[in-house]
């Protein structure tokens, strides 16, 4: 596994990005200060939607509309001629739901294996592994058909079908038979030799940890950045946090997204939250340890789902949010940026070029300049939060609506004194000329300042 201080690099979770698309701006996504981007499923699937890249039709090649094998290959390429990482999220706990249109569960479908038929020189050319004249899957290879309704029971979660409404037979659920495994492991293998560094694994919460320990064996995951998503309420104390991330976390070597401190810094941002709840959450277990934590404002599930749209923050607290996970020490943030159509885009394109805005661009600057330094918080209280990263940099966060003061004893927290700690999201400077110097913070404002 990677050393925490590589851990900490920021992702771009380029969603729902044409691959082609990333590749043409490789210098932008370098020059932004990216060291990795998160790809789209790269596997067989269908239909332009969104959802569809979660619906796998075979994993044994890559195709899709997001792109196929050959756009990865020059994305890799791109990509790591700028020095930046590829990870690719991946879907092991379901194969597509095509009820709608077949009653049998061989996948992929008689359908598939006729264009792979009628075009073998282009499908070969997407291929990862296996035979792509014969199915991969069939009826043994999926549990019973039956939707979850006991979300808070692991058994049910990892067993069952996730399903929608209106009597949706849901997505097929694999059993963790050997051949499964194996597929799965010549899978993710493959991934790893096209020089894919990291997987987000989809669904996470909805494997058994026997499946996951068989399919990620120590030389898959060697060298690898492996994050999953187990989604949950809080951290210690949750019910769901218990049941769920708490075994994953003990029973592997994964990172995860960190849930717990997510639900922390949306109660501090809240009306009649405090910053204060984000002194030291990792103490009270309401953020995961620094070096197996994904930190994020938004992922996303939640501007696309209607069940998580309630998570959504309104801008500015948002922008103050990513000054918090990109000014602090721990945890790899993930910056979210969306590539959706008119038809599935509800928010008038907020994240479409999230990820390149003068602001986000000069949060990750600071986050780089401040690698590999230790974190001290100075104070908080229910608007203010103020840390420091060792002599070298300076984070000031003012949640509420009129400015706010706070007077730091420099000789209790050491600084430099008579050099401008210079502001990355502003022309303010600050210069310590006296063992008392005070901070005024504007309302509603994040300062990010360095040497």
């Known amino acids: 596994m990677y050393a925490p201080s590589v851990y900490a690099d920021a992702i771009l979770h380029a969603f729902n990005w044409k691959y082609s698309d990333i590749t043409a701006q490789a210098t932008e996504i370098a020059q932004a200060g990216y060291k990795k981007v998160l790809i789209s499923p790269p596997l067989k699937s269908s239909g332009n939607e969104w959802w569809a890249r979660y619906q796998p039709q075979d994993i044994r090649l890559i195709d899709s509309p997001v792109g196929n094998k050959e756009d990865l290959e020059a994305l890799i390429a791109a990509l790591s001629a700028k020095g930046v990482d590829v990870y690719a999220d991946v879907v092991l706990n379901h194969m597509a739901n095509e009820s709608w249109k077949r009653s049998d569960l061989n996948y992929p479908g008689s359908e598939l294996l006729s264009q792979y038929n009628a075009d073998t020189t282009y499908f070969n050319r997407q291929k990862l592994f296996g035979d792509l004249a014969n199915e991969q899957f069939s009826e043994n290879d999926f549990h019973p058909a039956g939707c979850i309704t006991d979300w808070g029971n692991p058994g049910h979660v990892q067993y069952w079908r996730l399903c929608g409404g209106e009597g949706d037979t849901g997505l097929p659920d694999l059993d963790p038979n050997n051949w499964v495994v194996s597929q799965q492991r010549l899978y993710l293998q493959a991934l790893k030799d096209m020089g894919i560094k990291g997987f987000r694994v989809d669904a996470v919460k909805h494997m058994s940890n026997y499946q996951i320990s068989q399919v990620f064996t120590p030389e898959i995951t060697n060298g690898m950045h492996v994050f999953g998503e187990v989604i949950t309420s809080g951290g210690v104390g949750s019910s769901d946090y218990h049941a769920f991330l708490e075994p994953y976390l003990n029973d592997t070597n994964h990172s995860a997204y960190d849930f717990p401190l997510f639900a922390s810094i949306r109660a501090a941002f809240s009306y009649n939250g405090s910053m204060s709840m984000l002194h030291d959450p990792q103490a009270y277990g309401q953020a995961l340890p ?47 940026s969306d590539e959706l159509s008119p038809a599935e885009d509800r928010d008038n394109g ?17 986050h780089n300049e401040m690698q590999g330094k230790s974190m001290q ?11 420091k990263r060792e002599k070298q940099g300076l984070v000031a966060i003012n949640k509420c609506a009129e400015q706010r003061s706070y007077t730091v004893d420099t000789y209790n927290y050491e600084f430099n004194w ?9 022309n303010h400077s600050e210069t310590i000329t006296s063992r008392y110097h005070t901070l005024t913070v504007p309302a509603q404002t994040a300062r990010m300042l360095a040497l």
């Open 418 to 426: 008579y050099m401008p700690y210079k502001d990355k999201l502003s």
């Open 290 to 336: 620094n070096d197996r934590a994904v930190t994020f404002t938004i992922t996303h599930d939640i501007p696309t789902n209607d069940g998580f749209r309630y998570q959504i923050m309104d801008p500015v607290s948002e922008k103050l949010a990513y000054a918090y996970i990109l000014g602090k020490d721990g945890g790899t943030p993930l910056i979210y």
């Open 377 to 387: 918080t100075i104070h908080s209280d229910q608007c203010l939060l103020i840390f």
């Open 350 to 366: 907020r994240w479409h070029n999230a990820w390149n805005q003068a602001d986000m661009v000069s949060m990750i600057s600071f």
